[in-house]
């Protein structure tokens, strides 16, 4: 019979309070691939599983850059390059009248990145995901806090880190097959 391999081991815990103090507890303990999962935000719950610094503000901020670029060239493009007229003696150049084409495509650039960015980084859509094979973890949009370490942490080994979970009084420690 072949082994199933594993994705990782993930308590269940009751309260956000637990799961705070377990997420701190599991970082402190060395553990870096971790992941926990709440029907409601907790506060610092992110730093504690180290979440600490994404580089989407960077990417919106090019975006909207790009987009900015975009609505000033085709202004320009098309008063001096493509059909210039002389209306009024007013120059070829003339970039104020533009400033509201350039403002709008900067704002859409910007928000269209933000979604897009936002959906790379986070991996969506995930249609499957390895902890969808425990059965308890139904409950996680509803009352219950969930608590992974994962299998490609340097330092998971399924008994030790079992043995870890359990050490932090959860409801329940359960393996996940990926």
Known sequence: MKQKPIYGVMAEFETPEQV????RRTR???Y???DAFSPIPVEGLAEA???DWTALPIFVFLGGLFGGCTGFGMCWYANVISFPLNVGGKPYNSWPMWIPITFELTILGASLTAVLGMLALNGL???YHP???VPRFAMA???RFFLCIKAKDKKFDLAQAKAFLEGLHPHGVYEIED
């Not at 705070?20 to 997420?23: G, Y």
């Open 49 to 51: 599983v180290g979440f």
């Open 28 to 30: 402190d303990a060395g």
């Open 32 to 34: 870096r691939s971790i």
């Open 131 to 133: 902890t969808f094979n």
């Open 20 to 23: 705070l103090e377990a997420a």
């Open 141 to 143: 949009s509803t009352d």
């Open 125 to 127: 859509p995930t249609p």
